[in-house]
């Protein structure tokens, strides 16, 4: 079932611990990196990334209000 806010934004966020860390590895944050979090969801990656590394700075914008 597709959702209204599917059809809005698109939207697909995960809390997957194995897929979050496979995007963080790949990555690789490292002190003083700039990320951008263009769709934030929950924050699973902003998290993730900070865990990596806290000099890290993190800019994390969400559109979906819900």
């Given at each position: 079932?597709?959702?209204?806010?599917?059809?809005i934004?698109?939207?697909?966020?995960?809390?997957?611990?194995?897929?979050?860390?496979?995007?963080?590895d790949?990555?690789?944050?490292?002190?003083?990196?700039?990320?951008?979090?263009?769709?934030?969801?929950?924050?699973?990656f902003?998290?993730?990334?900070?865990?990596?590394?806290?000099?890290?700075?993190?800019?994390?914008?969400?559109?979906?209000?819900?």
């Amino acid at each position: 079932m597709v959702t209204p806010t599917k059809d809005i934004y698109q939207a697909y966020f995960t809390e997957s611990s194995s897929i979050v860390q496979y995007m963080i590895d790949m990555l690789q944050p490292g002190p003083g990196d700039l990320i951008l979090e263009p769709s934030a969801g929950h924050g699973s990656f902003v998290t993730a990334a900070l865990d990596r590394t806290l000099d890290a700075h993190v800019d994390a914008y969400e559109l979906n209000e819900d």
